[in-house]
């Protein structure tokens, strides 16, 4: 009796592995068309919604207006992920996807892995610089090495100032502008903290990416903390020593800000909830803010001593190396479609990225949507005011280095000087490994 | 533990009902209060996240989650499970998960008895060492393994297929041990009376040692599936379409959103589609799990 249960289920689920081996060749096949380029495409997922279903819908426009060329999207996780797959298949031996969206900042390990192609001639046939100069130049910050350009611009953000314009009114404050730059901004932000403890002035979140809205008050104060080249970084000059000590001195000093570090995924519900009358976080973070805050929402710029700055982030589009000729034709043809205007219009409008270049932002629909949504400009508006972002060869550990001394500080661990110089010298041991 | 519950229930009236809530007093007075309230903190706190998704899940996605709101919210809904299955093709990724997960059990059960039959019952030249290198895989980490496994199911020809995301898992370390250690504690006797009965080898692993192992099987099936239905990396390298693909993929889209702040209801409700069929499944084999633990503890 038991002995023919087992039978039973042994049968069954051969029958099952059978039917799933067919079921997935029978699927391969079928999207083999010949004569036509069929490419790939990973994107990884960084902000909510459908974006596989946008990712469709532009592909299968693509298609349309390219007869010949098909693109295989792929969904490849977060963005370690993609960079996991990749490489993975680089070094099993395998075909890599056509064309991937990695972090910008990843340029220089994709370089060193020797995973990505230059796109130098098909923009020279593009219009060359006329063509490159169509973007926002912040966006291609992180895109040149050793003389080429890598990749360009597809899901972009900066970090920006969310303010409450109610309390701002309530406090005395003008509320159709935010603060202009640190000294201000720590006025406002006394002004805005009750003494109850129920509303802070400020949050700034020094998790998960710390070094990350560092750059913003290190650009503030007019300095950055990218070296030169991508073997050298900017850690522990006088003016992100300064910086360091504002970012601490928020709530050690002024005590406008909670102590400790602030979870990055906490601040948009704290900013919602009435918590924190003012946050620093992703531009892309603006329509989930707009859906679920109940009082006028401002929009500035994060500001360091000597006014506004920000880094970029945010992810690329690349062309892999290694693939065949007429994939690497058709490519380009994929990547200059995904980073056109009304592309990137119809991207940002539906995930709070902002556009590649300021024309997506002339298109009707675009303008359409800014009448509606007036805040969803001043992202773009403060592209003037960003610089590159942290990226250095082995990207990971150097950020964690800067990322690990910001911590340091923010817990009373450590003082600026004394946490950048030893980022400093730690960075500059790792690096020395690399020539340029 | 018989035993000592044979003579309470003695004492009270006959009666299926009465014998069943005696015994359950019976229980209640071997942990003392102290033991009681012991596992209750530590049974709550494993079940309030558990309850905080689920509150959340259906809590409004237009609302805020405050200190004071921080369960379901003023106007309970239903959307975030409407848009997690709008987000991604649950439907299919069931499915793929489920055949993944059944194929690679089937499997590591003949694998596991047939390797740990041998271990247990047939010396031959050299065991030990092979052995021990079985048992040295249980060190290596599998992220290590996933450049050569991608190599293999490149050259197979098996990319972005579902055998690709269950054949490196055929064969199971921790289970030929398990098996090897179970089969051991089987009387030589028994397999020597069933060769003089005239059994082959097959029949005598089928009808001798199996059995007494079943409840070590289903240990070890316990930890398989739930191994399987949660690994993300792997299947994600070796699989490109909606077809091969499982539903750890599929949460992906939800549990990545790193750009912006957390969007607990639409991530709890997708966490809940995904473990749902786990927790109910050992909800209703709860019994036989804990059973089956405890027989293969005794042994």
Redesign the interface.
Known sequence: M??EQ?RR??AA??T??LA??L???G??AATAAPSAVAL?FYY??????????LIDGYISKFEQQNPGITV?P??????P?TL??IE??I????TPPDVAVMLSTDLYSLVDSNAIQPLDSQIAAAGGNNYLNGFYPAFLANSRYQGHVWSLPFQR?TPVLYYNRDMFQAAGLDPTKGPANYQEMVADAQKLTKPDGSTWGIEISSD?IPYWLFQSFVIGNGANVVGSAPNQVSFDTPQVVSALQDFADLSAKYHVMPSGILQ??????DF??G?AAMIW??S??LA?IL???KFNVGVSYTVGEQGFGAPT??GNLYMLKGIPADHQAAAWKFIQFMSSNDIQADWSMHT?YIAASPAAYQTAAMKAYLAKTPQASVAPDGIEYAKAELAAHDNAQVQKFLGDAVQAVLTGKSDPSSALRSAQQQATQLLSAFKN | MSSSLASPSSSVPRGAAVGRLSLRLHRFRLLDASGVLVLAIVAIGWAVPLIWAMAVSVHS??????AS?LWWGSKPTLSNYAQAF???PFAQYYVNTI?IV??IL??QL?TISLAGYAFARYPFRGQNLLFFLILLQLMVPSSAL???N??TI?QLHL?????AV?LPYFGSAFGVFLMRQTFKTVPRDLDDAARVDGANWLQTL??VY??PARPAMVAFALSSISFHWND??WP??VT??T??RPLT?GL???T????????WP?VTAGTLIVVGPLLILFLVFQRQFIESFLHSGLK
């Open positions: 038991i002995a087992w289920l042994l689920s051969a099952a592995v799933a081996t079921s997935a060749c699927g391969s790939t990884p997922v960084a902000v909510p919604g459908p974006i596989t279903q295989k792929v969904l490849s996780g977060g963005y992920d996991t797959k993975t298949t070094k099993g031996g395998g953000s998960g990055w995924a906490n601040m948009p519900n919602v909830a918590k976080h992703s892309g973070s989930n859906k679920q805050a982030g945010g709070g | 996605p237009d609302e805020p989650i405050t709101n709008q987000i991604a055949l059944a194929g089937v499997v003949v996933i450049v050569p991608y190599s490149r990319f972005d297929t579902l055998v269950m089928w009808h199996i059995p993300f990396l994600l390298v490109n379409s077809n091969s993929v992906a889209v939800f990545q959103l790193g750009e912006i702040g957390a969007q639409l």
